[in-house]
């Protein structure tokens, strides 16, 4: 939820459909409305006060769930000297996959190859830098023709797997149940 909500935040205030940001005298108002990917979020934060002694109030709705979270403020002297600096989020751990346009791309110079030595050299050239994840793995298996390369190439992907427990969906890519014993052999080691 906290990744969901991270990724629909940033992602809405580069994209936020409609913002509003009213000051008066008694304090400040923002709304935001989201909607990315399917993913609807509306914020509201609300800033009250007289300089003193300051409350904010906000309240983020995304997808019919409800938060609201209450916080006092202490006054600062106004003036950019006296402002913190954003601290950055933390990086997520990686490593990421191939995200679904780049993965097509990829999939697409593979299957343009009329040789199979041609396929796998395309297949793993970009893999010295990228992460797949097992289903697609199981995806470019089944773009070669025999079963020898296709065992080659998983045994290869195996180390760039960003999802290694579910490296049995690479097993429907295999014609014959040898090919998966000799796999399990391979990356057992």
Known sequence: MNRIFLCGLLTGLLTASSTFFGQTDDGINMNMSIDADGEQMNMNISIDGDGAGEQ??????MN??????????????????NAAAPSAAPAPAGPFPMDDMDFNRYLNAVKSKDFEDSKLTTAK???????LTAEQIGT????????????????????RCVDP?????TYGAFEFEMSIEELEEAIAE
């Not at 904010?56 to 709705?61: A, F, G, T, V």
């Not at 019919?64 to 000297?81: I, L, N, R, T």
């Not at 050239?125 to 992460?131: E, K, N």
């Open 140 to 159: 470019v298996m089944r773009v070669f023709d025999f079963e020898s390369t296709r065992l080659e190439f998983a045994t290869f992907a195996h180390p």
């Open 125 to 131: 050239a970009p893999l010295r830098g990228q992460h």
């Open 165 to 169: 427990s579910n490296y049995y969906l």
């Open 56 to 61: 904010m109030n906000m309240n983020i709705q």
């Open 64 to 81: 019919g769930m409800d938060m609201e979270h209450d916080m006092e403020m202490e006054a600062q002297p106004s003036g950019w000297d």
